[in-house]
Structure formats: structure tokens, C-alpha cells
């Protein structure tokens, strides 16, 4: 990280201006890739506990301002752990640093998706992307941009009469796919801007249980998938780490190259 100390110190200069536009970060530009968490407008998966927010101290009262945060593991933007699908998978506190910083790939099939709620990522998707852009690094983040993240906060993000419940998602022979090529390889994650990688329709969860083994992790509920790049972006997890936890609400940051 290169430090200038020119203009510190001299006249006319504010030297904590100068101090604090002197660090130059070694990365580029950092992207908010999380939701806002919002009792107000954050969509609950069906059957999830109610999110609630409690005042239980204030300023006037207290002299400081305190909240109560009743939200489950998976509300809201999060990410998730293998033991949330495996009773033998390693759980959030198990996990090594390195599974919370990997690079990523954003595939986008928000076209698709537009055109049919049911839509099931492809090897044809991603076989496609991958003659444009190059190959999936091993062990990355393969995100997919189903234009979910523009519906957050209204109904049709959870969807509404015949269409509720349903949403896009990845083929279980995608992930199958993936998982023997090494691109998702021992660690590696899959991210979505849905409720989850599984198809809405299915309750048996074929993505997730391939997915959740060794070191993987899913990323869900993302937003803001038009900052991310296609390709050369690293995504870093920030959560709290709860000791045998399944995930976490999160803020998920896309790491964007120079």
C-alpha cells in the first residue's frame, strides 16, 4: 500500500485532509453486494421465523441506543454453511477464512429468467459463457444474476397467485457438472440473487445437497449484481460467525480488480 506524504504539513494545508487522501488501496473499487436488512421489506422465506426489530434502549432514556435484532440465520442477504443441509458438514465456526474470499464469476440469465420464473441454469449456460469469457477458475464463486435483485421488496419476488413460490435456480446436472470439473472443486460457492440455488419448486433441495459438502458455502439473496464484472472480481463473506451456525445474514463484498 503506497503512503504520499507530499502537501502534509505545509502551509495553507489541512493535514488530516492530506492524511486521510494519502492511502491508496491496493484493490479497486469495493461493491455492496447485500440487501439492506429491513423488517419493513426484507422478503422471508415461507415456513421462516418472523424478522423483528426491538427498540430496548434510547438516548433519552438510557444514554446510549440499543435494538434487539430477532432474525433468523438465513434472512435477508446471507450465506450459508455446509452443516445447513449436511448433519455431518462443517459448520459456520469450521470453516477456514480462505472459504469466506473467493474469486467469482457472474453468469447472466436474467433474460431467461424474465421469460420463464421456472428457469434451470444450464451446462449450455455456463459451457456458452465460458467460450466468450474463458474458463471457470477452480474453487470459485459462480453467481447467478437472475434479475431477482430488482424485484427485492416487492411481491413478485416471492411471487404472487399460481406464481408464488416459484423461482430460478440452478440444474441439478449443473452443479453436478461443476462439481467434476473442479470449478466449484473442495471449495467453492454457489450465489444467487433468489432465495437459494434450488428451484422454487423444489422442496427437496437436489442443489443444495450436492452443494454442501467439504468446504462450499452458498451466497443468497445478493444485490446489486450489475456492479459485479463478469469475470476478474473476488466476493468476500462479512458476517458473524456463530459457533455451530448453519450462515449468517451477511454483507457480502464484491472485491473488483484494478
Same mark, same amino acid.
Given at each position: 500500500?503506497?503512503?504520499?506524504?507530499?502537501?502534509?504539513?505545509?502551509? =495553507?494545508?489541512? *493535514?488530516?485532509? @492530506? +492524511?486521510?487522501? $494519502?492511502?491508496?488501496?491496493?484493490? !479497486?473499487?469495493?461493491?455492496?453486494l447485500s440487501h439492506i436488512h429491513d423488517p419493513n421489506i426484507t422478503p422471508l422465506f415461507p415456513d421462516d421465523p418472523a424478522f423483528r426489530v426491538d427498540t430496548v434502549a434510547t438516548v433519552q432514556r438510557d444514554g446510549y441506543f440499543?435494538?434487539?435484532?430477532?432474525?433468523?440465520?438465513?434472512?435477508g442477504t446471507h450465506w450459508g454453511a455446509p452443516v445447513h443441509f449436511d448433519p455431518e458438514g462443517l459448520a459456520a465456526d469450521e470453516l477456514d477464512i480462505e472459504d469466506l474470499f473467493l474469486p467469482v464469476v457472474r453468469i447472466d440469465v436474467?433474460?431467461?429468467?424474465?421469460?420463464?420464473?421456472?428457469?434451470?441454469?444450464?451446462?449450455g449456460d455456463l459451457v456458452?459463457?465460458?467460450?466468450?469469457? =474463458?474458463?471457470? *477458475?477452480?474453487? @470459485? +464463486?459462480?453467481? $447467478?444474476?437472475?434479475?431477482?435483485? !430488482?424485484?427485492?421488496?416487492?411481491p413478485d419476488f416471492l411471487g404472487v397467485g399460481e406464481s408464488r413460490g416459484h423461482q430460478p435456480g440452478f440444474a441439478v446436472d449443473t452443479v453436478e457438472w461443476l462439481l467434476e470439473t473442479g470449478r466449484l472443486g473442495r471449495r467453492g460457492a454457489l450465489g444467487i440473487d433468489t432465495f437459494g440455488p434450488d428451484l422454487g419448486?423444489?422442496?427437496?433441495?437436489?442443489?443444495?445437497?450436492?452443494?454442501?459438502r467439504d468446504h462450499r458455502i452458498s451466497l443468497e439473496?445478493?444485490?446489486?449484481?450489475?456492479?459485479?464484472?463478469?469475470?476478474?472480481?473476488?466476493?468476500?463473506?462479512?458476517?458473524?460467525?456463530?459457533?455451530g451456525g448453519s450462515g449468517a445474514p451477511a454483507t457480502i463484498f464484491g472485491v473488483l480488480p484494478q
Open positions: 500500500m503506497a503512503v504520499s506524504t507530499a502537501g502534509i504539513g505545509s502551509a =495553507g494545508a489541512d *493535514p488530516r485532509h @492530506s +492524511a486521510r487522501c $494519502a492511502v491508496r488501496s491496493p484493490f !479497486g473499487r469495493l461493491v455492496n440499543l435494538r434487539y435484532i430477532h432474525q433468523a440465520e438465513h434472512t436474467r433474460e431467461r429468467c424474465a421469460a420463464d420464473r421456472d428457469y434451470a441454469i444450464t451446462v456458452v459463457w465460458e467460450a466468450r469469457y =474463458g474458463r471457470i *477458475p477452480n474453487e @470459485s +464463486a459462480v453467481i $447467478a444474476w437472475t434479475g431477482w435483485d !430488482g424485484k427485492w421488496g416487492g419448486t423444489d422442496d427437496k433441495y437436489a442443489v443444495s445437497k450436492l452443494l454442501y439473496c445478493l444485490a446489486n449484481l450489475a456492479e459485479l464484472p463478469t469475470t476478474g472480481a473476488w466476493v468476500l463473506v462479512g458476517s458473524p460467525i456463530y459457533r
